[in-house]
């Protein structure tokens, strides 16, 4: 069987929630590999909530359909404040970015505390913006953007990064709605360590399997290359 669309490959899937500083239940959803230990973690950052993004936008809910069993990745996906997907509302309401701080310390705090090892933070839009401002802040091995808007994160807080041992990963699609490769070479020239990977044909939201077959690829060559490359097919049972 071809794996496109919405297939969901087995893993062990949990409800899960998260609670906040500020004494807020955030809902979401951890995928681990269904009969082994996870080789890294993925902690997700949704698109805009305003704009319709959720923990289910389509490129983190296949991520966590297919990596736990084709890349041995735990993914935990979530809503941020506000946030109404299928598996819920989180409490609270969205804040711009600016409470979203605590959000990203309670997903990073989860991993920590669950033993999920070598996080990364996995932003795409909106959520690149939480990553590239708070990132820094958590134990993470690294931060991989999908379509940086760069609304948000300022360019002093894109230029910390300079130096910092942890890796930074941008996918910058050629038809992006906001910043294309070149704007972004030139914004990401602070942090000369950084890999920028423009996207042949690529828009912001990443739609159709080809694009997400290569988002998906990127981000395993970052995390765990050694799964490369990612199986078209698969033989084995579907979860339920």
């Not at 807080?157 to 030139?186: I, K, N, S």
């Amino acid at each position: 069987m071809e794996i496109r669309g919405p297939v969901l490959l087995p893993a062990r899937r949990e409800e899960i929630e998260l609670r906040t500083v500020d004494e807020l239940t955030l809902v979401g959803e951890l995928a681990l590999p269904a009969d082994r230990d996870p080789v890294a973690t993925l902690v997700t950052l949704h698109p805009l909530p305003t704009a319709g993004g959720f923990m289910d936008s389509h490129i983190l809910r296949k991520a966590a359909g297919r990596l736990p069993a084709l890349a041995d990745l735990a993914v935990l996906r979530f809503n941020t404040r506000g946030t109404t997907s299928p598996r819920g509302t989180s409490e609270g309401s969205f804040d711009g970015g600016a409470a979203e701080c605590f959000d990203v310390a309670a997903a990073v705090d989860f991993a920590r505390e669950r033993g999920l090892p070598r996080p990364w933070l996995v932003g795409w839009s909106f959520g690149t913006e939480l990553a590239l401002k708070y990132g820094r802040d958590h134990d993470i091995e690294g931060v991989i953007l999908l379509s940086p808007p760069l609304h948000r994160a300022t360019a002093d807080e894109v230029a910390a990064w300079a130096g910092d041992a942890r890796r930074m990963v941008v996918l910058v699609p050629e038809f992006d709605d906001y910043l294309r490769p070149d704007e972004a070479r030139e914004r990401f020239a602070p942090v000369p360590d950084a890999t920028l990977i423009a996207v042949e044909g690529g828009k912001h939201l990443w739609v159709g399997e080809t694009q997400t077959r290569r988002v998906l690829t990127e981000i395993v060559a970052a995390v765990n290359p050694d799964a490369l490359p990612l199986p078209v097919e698969w033989d084995g049972p579907l979860a339920d």
